[in-house]
């Protein structure tokens, strides 16, 4: 059973859900597409962003106490404005661990915080890695790992959805490219260079151009393999991006036939040989674009 909140908490979040109240009521219906305009009014609210890292201090404690993340995954939930990636009429919960939805069908979510860092510690993320993500969402996942990361990182994140990939772009400062996959692979966008890793976003079906990016192999010797994050379930292993993994690679992906009954599945090509690990119960939204 779940405790009910501590007073610390609810003392933490009540600005947050004040000051929310400010965007209630903006628009008729909830899952239209939100107009840019709103996203920066959000954005530019400097006491709203306050309340928000205010709000999000129990959490990172209780994340702290239920998992042994690194501490620059904690400051990168502490640090980055999840407020900001949720649709406006939830801002009273972006600082709750919970998902929270982005659109009618339940298609689409921002995921509970604590469970972009779980996919993150069992990709053992660095700063300096490479990371590919399949789903995008509004961006959050992506601005997560852009800090933990660093600015010699680079995230490539893949949305299907071109409403949610245009809003991404916006919000993670890089330009959406509106085009076809072929002119969407060759396109890129560097977010501020403050906020740490550079983001390239890719509009289309998720699997195949993860297929394409990671069958890119390293451009310079430099460059570290590929660490692959994937953010809905998948009814099966993918086989494709499994064998694409270089040495030292590494894929994270909920599997699992039904929603009831998904399990948290790691990757990792070692020495040629490809290793693989289950890491519990989990329960995703369903991959879109492929039955």
């Known amino acids: 059973m779940t405790s009910p909140p501590s007073i610390e908490f609810r003392a933490a979040v009540a600005p947050l859900a004040a000051l ?66 949720v649709l406006p009429e939830d801002l009273a919960a972006a600082a709750d661990d919970t998902p929270l939805p982005l659109d009618r069908a339940g298609h689409a979510t921002v995921s509970a915080p604590h469970a972009y860092l779980l996919t993150y510690s069992l990709l053992g993320l660095v700063p300096g890695d490479r990371v590919l993500e399949l789903g995008t969402g509004t961006g959050y996942g992506a601005a997560l790992a852009r800090r933990i990361l660093g600015p010699t990182g680079h995230v490539t994140s893949i949305e299907i959805d071109p409403a949610l990939h245009a809003r991404a772009a916006r919000l993670l400062g890089t330009r959406p490219d509106g085009r076809s996959d072929e002119e969407a692979f060759a396109s890129s966008g560097a977010g501020p260079s403050d906020q740490g890793a550079s983001v390239t976003l890719l509009c289309g079906d998720g699997r195949s151009l993860a297929e394409r990016v990671l069958a890119c192999g390293r451009t310079l010797p430099s460059e570290r393999p590929w660490k692959v994050a994937v953010t809905y379930a998948l009814t099966e292993p993918p086989a494709a991006l499994e064998e694409r993994l270089a040495d030292g690679g590494a894929l994270v992906a909920p599997v699992g036939a039904w929603e009831g009954h998904q399990e948290l599945m790691r ?25």
């Open 20 to 85: 929310a109240a400010r965007y209630d009521g903006r628009r008729p219906d909830r899952w239209a597409p939100v107009p840019e305009q709103l996203d920066a009014s959000i954005a530019h609210d400097i006491e709203l962003a306050e309340a928000g890292r205010v709000a999000r201090a129990p959490l990172v404690a209780e994340l702290a106490r239920r998992f042994e993340f690194p501490a620059r995954y904690l400051d990168a939930i502490l640090l980055v404005p999840r407020e900001r990636f």
């Open 267 to 291: 990757v990792e090509r070692r020495q040629g040989a490809l290793l693989r690990e289950v890491h519990g119960a989990v329960r995703y939204v369903a991959e879109r674009g492929r039955a």
